[in-house]
């Protein structure tokens, strides 16, 4: 890898990382009526998860694709985990948007209904993403 790009990866795992733990504590919060928390908490998530797609998109662009070397087992379970990863990724940008839209325009039974699904698919992405940077770049790496 190129020298001054190796900070990426693992910056961008502890992006994927901390949106997780935001995404968790803003449920939390929720559960316990605190919504200007849950508020908060949920638009910091919004924007960790914002730094770390344009963070990914310029290692990436520089960098290019990095190659998989683990062998036999560890290939399905690294590529079913990443495929998911990636369509649910794609999915989950329309996703907050409208949940966000229908939360600004105090719209709450709309917000709840679809936030159900945004937040556990969200919550999915940013935990894979942390799996995949350790199987990718430690468990697996050559
Ligand atoms: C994309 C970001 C957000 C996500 C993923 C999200 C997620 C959720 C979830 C999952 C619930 C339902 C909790 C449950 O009952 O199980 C909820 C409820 C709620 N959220 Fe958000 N939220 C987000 C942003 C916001 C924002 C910016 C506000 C602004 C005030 C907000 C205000 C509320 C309120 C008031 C409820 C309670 C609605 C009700 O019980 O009728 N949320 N949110």
């Known amino acids: 890898m190129i020298s001054g790009y190796a900070v990426f990866p693992a910056l961008n795992a502890a992006l994927n990382a901390a949106s997780a733990v935001l995404l968790v504590s803003a449920h939390g919060m929720i559960k316990r009526g605190r919504i200007l928390l849950h508020r908060r908490l949920m638009l910091s998530a919004l924007a960790t998860s914002s730094l770390f797609l344009l963070s ?13 070397s683990g062998r036999g087992w560890s290939r399905p379970v690294y ?3 990443l495929i998911s990863h990636t369509i649910l990724a794609a999915a989950i940008l329309p996703l907050v948007m409208v949940t966000l839209s229908h939360a600004f325009r105090a719209r709450f039974p709309a917000h709840r209904r ?9 919550l999915y992405v940013s935990v894979t ?6 199987m990718l770049y430690h468990l697996f790496a050559t």
């Open 79 to 81: 590529f079913s985990i």
């Open 114 to 122: 679809i936030a159900r699904w945004t937040y556990p698919l969200w």
């Open 129 to 134: 993403g942390v799996v995949i940077y350790f």
């Open 56 to 68: 990914y998109l310029y290692y990436h662009a520089h960098v290019g694709s990095v190659r998989f």
